[in-house]
């Protein structure tokens, strides 16, 4: 079991580009929760998404920001027309069920915007 | 919403001393309550948890405390090695999800040897 793959780890974007960043559950995993870090800040939540369904999107800003967990494929967290203000880290973490308790992060992906 | 404090932001002990790092929870509907602890550039790690129809836990030199009267639960570790530097994040979670987690802002841990 590979674990939770984010990819990229590192992504570079102009200010007004799109940034797609992708998260492929463990092998079994059904749960997919999104966190951003700022940087010397904790975790927020996101989203959390089961498959082709979002429950909870409580924590996403409601412009540019969107999420989607297709039946076949990654979790994909979508930023368009960055701003600097989107500079973080961004965790994604999956879970079996929503009552177990160990939740596997991700490496995390960087976003920069220049 | 929950909202979840940690303190101190910054902690500094010698190598072998305790590290004692406190957190308090709004939401008295809360259940479960993760440390995470996390290196630099690297993911958040799973080190203990607790829920809320426990009071204590241990693992080695790692224990947590929980305060559910008062809303506050607490990290204690002992006999701290230079391993142990890092970033402590105490966490949150409700009822019904456990995995959607409101974190504190993190205790930096530095032993120095």
């Known amino acids: 079991n590979a674990g939770v793959m984010q990819n990229p780890r590192h992504l570079v974007r102009r200010r007004g580009q799109e940034a797609r960043l992708r998260c492929s559950p463990m092998k079994g995993h059904s749960h997919v929760y999104w966190y951003r870090q700022l940087p010397e800040e904790g975790l927020k939540f996101m989203v959390y998404?089961?498959?082709?369904?979002?429950?909870?999107e409580s924590g996403m800003p409601k412009e540019r920001f969107s999420a989607e967990f297709p039946k076949e494929g990654p979790s994909i967290l979508r930023i368009q027309q960055v701003v600097r203000g989107d500079s973080a880290a961004y965790f994604c973490a999956s879970s079996p069920t929503v009552q177990n308790t160990e939740a596997f992060f991700g490496q995390g992906t960087r976003l920069t915007v220049v | 919403g929950e909202n979840v404090e940690q303190h101190p932001s910054t902690l500094s002990v010698q190598e072998g001393d305790s590290a004692v790092i406190k957190c308090t929870y709004s939401?008295?509907?809360?259940?479960?309550f993760p440390w995470y602890k996390q290196e630099l550039g690297k993911r958040p790690q799973l080190i203990i948890d607790i829920r809320s129809n426990v009071g204590e836990k241990k693992d080695q030199r790692i224990a947590v405390t929980l305060n559910k009267t008062a809303k506050h639960f607490s990290l204690h570790i002992t006999e701290t090695q230079p391993e142990d530097s890092a970033v402590y994040f105490c966490a949150a979670s409700p009822i019904g999800n456990f995995n959607k987690f409101y974190f504190g802002s993190g205790t930096k841990l530095n032993v120095k040897p």
């Open positions: 998404l089961q498959k082709e369904n979002i429950i909870d």
């Open positions: 939401d008295s509907a809360s259940n479960y």
